[in-house]
């Protein structure tokens, strides 16, 4: 029980020291134009989230539209098998001397 204390006393410290570091990055000279760029980047971000959202609406209809014309089509909607390596024949290029 008496760790506790301490470790109370270590974190009010360390929060102390980060509230006065805060402080003094404030008042730094520039400070003003970091903070100004820091919100725009925020404000960009959240622009940028948006439209990324709008993209996953579009893809999730580009899909329903594609099947739609597989449909029509008469296409299957299974895709195009590929060849692997492990279907693939091995040949062995060393030979046994005799």
Sequence with gaps: MAKAPQQRTLVSRLADAGEEAIQKLGGAPGADRVLGAMNAMRDRMDEMQKQ????????????????????????????????????RKKTSTSRKSS
Excluded at 53 to 78: M, N, Y
């Design 52 to 87: 990324l959202r709008a993209i996953a609406s579009i893809e999730k209809r580009l899909v329903a539209i594609e099947r739609r014309l597989d449909k029509i089509e008469g296409k299957s909607t299974a895709p195009a098998r590929r060849a692997t390596s492990s279907s």
